[in-house]
């Protein structure tokens, strides 16, 4: 995980919004993140 995805997950955990986005492969071990793909 690079320096911009930290900050995009840490502003939706303070948030406590869910993440919608196609590289889930970069936040799906952030096990309080909510992840959204569009592509199920």
Do not use: S
């Not at 995980?1 to 889930?24: C, K, R, S």
Request: charged share 25%; aromatic share 18%; net charge negative.
């Amino acid at each position: 995980m690079g320096i911009y995805d930290a900050i995009i997950a840490a502003t939706f955990l303070v948030y406590d919004l869910p993440l919608w986005t196609y590289n889930q492969k970069d936040f799906k071990f952030i096990e309080e993140l909510v992840l959204l793909d569009e592509q199920k």
